[in-house]
């Protein structure tokens, strides 16, 4: 995918939708196109989608590696605890990763936790492997996308909680 600097927005809309502004890429449209009920509003230059059930979270997952910038009246809920959020941050200063590497790591623990719910600790490999699932179904998010994620979430298990998954 070709890089951009314009985010893709994310909105409430009227009549219980959400408006989705995305700079135009074939990729991004294919991806959009995936939704059941979304619209095309050509004078205004929007997509829009049904606000209903998991949208607010499948949203950012179908733009995965992606900016999304989710307005803070849409935003699901049951976030990352913050606790949780700074022991991911000790442990990947303390493996002396990149600081590239942490912002992908914390962006796909945060959609995990949409996903999954706010305490990953109490999951194990059935709920990875059902959001894995969802990224390549419904996200439709390339091989090596997904193994990102995976990654992020191996070393969550392993070095923040402990335990060995897969």
């Known amino acids: 995918m070709e890089e951009t600097t314009d985010p893709i927005q994310i909105t409430p809309g009227t009549e219980g939708r959400l408006i989705v502004r995305l700079p135009f890429s074939p990729e ?39 900016r999304v910038e989710l307005a803070q009246e849409i935003r699901p809920k049951n976030i990352v605890p913050s606790d949780l959020l700074e022991r991911v941050h000790e442990a990947v200063r303390s493996r002396d990763l990149s600081p590239n590497t942490e912002e992908a790591y914390i962006g796909w623990i945060r959609r995990f936790t949409q996903h999954a719910g706010p305490r990953p600790e109490e999951l194990g490999e059935a709920e990875i492997g059902r959001f894995l699932s969802m990224l390549a179904v419904d996200a439709h998010v390339s091989a090596s996308t997904q193994n990102q994620a995976l990654h992020a979430l191996l070393f969550l298990y392993k070095e923040v909680f402990g335990k060995e998954i897969g």
């Open 28 to 66: 991004r449209v294919a991806k959009i196109k995936t939704i059941d009920g979304r619209r095309w509003h050509s004078p205004e230059k929007y997509w829009s989608v049904p606000h209903g059930g998991d949208m607010p979270a499948r949203l950012p997952a179908l733009f995965a590696g992606e």
